[in-house]
């Protein structure tokens, strides 16, 4: 009790600088849980993948389209269990700044194919009957308030012209990996005003989802499908799903591991700071840490006072750093286009981890000064001047 | 009378990098249980050297120092620190208070290390900062006291074990006449009173005085009586 108080005493002695010391641990606490929620929600992302889903899209660049007509041929290919596809259909709802992804798809499989998208079975009958339906995730639903029965209409760029959907359907996210952020309507109604309007652009498929029974023939499965396409005029490259998503942000992967890496550079850095702050106060106090041996004070004792200075400091930094964490994420996800990460949460484990080093950086900045003072000979502990 | 510290052919040097610095050679010293000391001598010639020797807070170089029938110049690190807190108590000149504990809690500090309930180190306390004439400053902060007011802080805090030996190094140095004599007072009446044995290191004649033995030091030798 009295040792806490003069912990607690021995810390406020230079209000100004604990509190910089404090504020500093805060905000590398605040920017370490960000960097680590931008980092886990990518790996989340990429570990949604499915593991016996393929992807086949055109070898030179998923941008390109893929004819229509493969889609049988894959099915050819033995221990292919459903063959579905889809395209990227862009277009603008209301605002450009409504981002979320919209997906002309081939509405018999889509369903199939995505066990994780959860939708009542009369919905999706009413969808698969009617052309100009669609499903919508539940997140984008109640972001835009649409329910079922409403009319959404986008504005085309990538398909020019205004698209009329009925909603038809909601569909629930199998877990908190799974993205119920989409909007997904029939390629078929797509395709048919195409042939009207662009007829070049008729049949053109965006990838090919292939289902696959054991996901341990995927690598075996995925050579056959691209060898069907070999020497035409547009050859495949079929992938795990895990595999297409890790390339489809290839360029951001370089900056989330920068990210990684920063994320424990700024934990290296504080731990710097506060151990300079921590070097300054046990050379201010010598004469005193001389006292305390000459008074009979122990190694264990001088040991805690210090350790529990420093422990004190970068809890309360690390603490107050965490509780402002989650309102700050939270920000960050409002601020940022909606969809653009289809989840966006802090993991338990980041907050583990934010406490776990600040917890570290208490113990490690005390090492110096421990080790200096305990070193320290009484008889040269009064001789010290500042 | 017996006596409680026996210095025998000690001698002291420090190291300063590759260089020997002989301080104390070959010094034998004496003090008996019951007495007030002082110890005079010119600056740099052992005297805080030979108190610290003494006080168990330095080692010699050879010989022995025994005190209080034990040999502390073999005793281990924290045997020693042991032996400090139930046998010594220590004044400096600089007073050497924690500045951010009140008067009452530094002179509890030494308490925190005995077996002592609360109530009881309150009791201790208060009787001898009573009896240093400071029982209305309890809760004041060294920088809110002067410098005899925190000089007596401090002899407080030496004296709350009840040591046997009082060792202290020019306590009076920083302290104008008045405050000086009033410190020297109070030394007199803790050796008369408590019996305390009481080995002070001075540069001033009139403290000197006040001791019922002074010994000179010079150049590492003790001389004259
Ligand atoms: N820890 C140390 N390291 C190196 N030299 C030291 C150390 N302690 C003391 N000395 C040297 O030993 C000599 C004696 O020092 P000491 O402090 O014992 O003298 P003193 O008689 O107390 O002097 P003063 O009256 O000035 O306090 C001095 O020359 C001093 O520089
Ligand atoms: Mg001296």
Known sequence: MKVLKLILKNALRHKLRTVLTIVGITIAVIAFGLLRTVVTVWDSSVDAASANRLITRQAVSFIFPLPYSYKEKIKSVSGVQTVSFANWFGGVYKDKNNFFARMAVDAETIFDVMPEFLIAPEELATFKKERNACVLGADIAKQYNIKIGDVMTLEGDIYPGRWDFVVRGIYHPQNKNTDDSQMLFHWQYVDERMKIETPVRAGDVGWYIVAIEDPNKAAVISDQIDALFNNSSAETKTETEKAFAQGFVAASSAIITAMNLMSFFIIGIIMLVLANTMIMAARERTREYAVFKTLGFSTFHLTGLILGESMLISILGGGIGIAFTYPIVAGFEQAIPKGFFPFFFIEPVTTIMALGAAILIGIIAAVFPIQRTLKTKIVEGFRFVG | ?225
């Open chain 2, 1 to 225: 009378m017996s006596e409680l510290i026996q210095v025998q052919n000690v001698s002291k040097s420090y190291w300063r990098d590759s260089f020997e610095i002989p301080v104390l050679s070959n010094l034998s010293l004496n003090v008996k249980q019951g007495e007030f000391m002082a110890l005079m001598g010119p600056s740099g010639s052992g005297k805080t050297t030979l108190l610290n020797l003494i006080a168990g807070i330095d080692k010699p170089s050879s010989g022995r120092v025994v005190v209080a029938d034990t040999e502390i110049s073999n005793l281990g690190e924290s045997a020693l620190a042991k032996w400090r807190a139930n046998n010594v108590g220590f004044v400096f000149q600089f007073y050497n208070l924690i500045p951010v504990l009140t008067a009452f809690e530094n002179v509890e500090l030494p308490l925190l290390l005995t077996k002592l309930s609360k109530a009881e180190r309150k009791k201790h306390v208060e009787t001898v900062l009573g009896i240093v004439g400071l029982g209305s400053h309890i809760q004041h902060y060294p920088k809110q006291l002067s410098g005899g007011q925190e000089q007596r802080v401090a002899i407080a805090r030496a004296v709350v074990t009840d040591p046997v030996l009082l060792v202290a190094d020019e306590p009076t140095g920083d302290l104008d006449k008045n405050s000086a004599a009033e410190i020297l007072t109070l030394l007199e009446r803790l050796n008369k009173e408590f019996n305390k044995t009481i080995l002070m290191v001075t540069h001033d004649p009139h403290a000197a005085e006040r001791a019922r033995i002074v010994r000179h030091l010079e150049k590492g030798d003790l001389v004259g009586v």
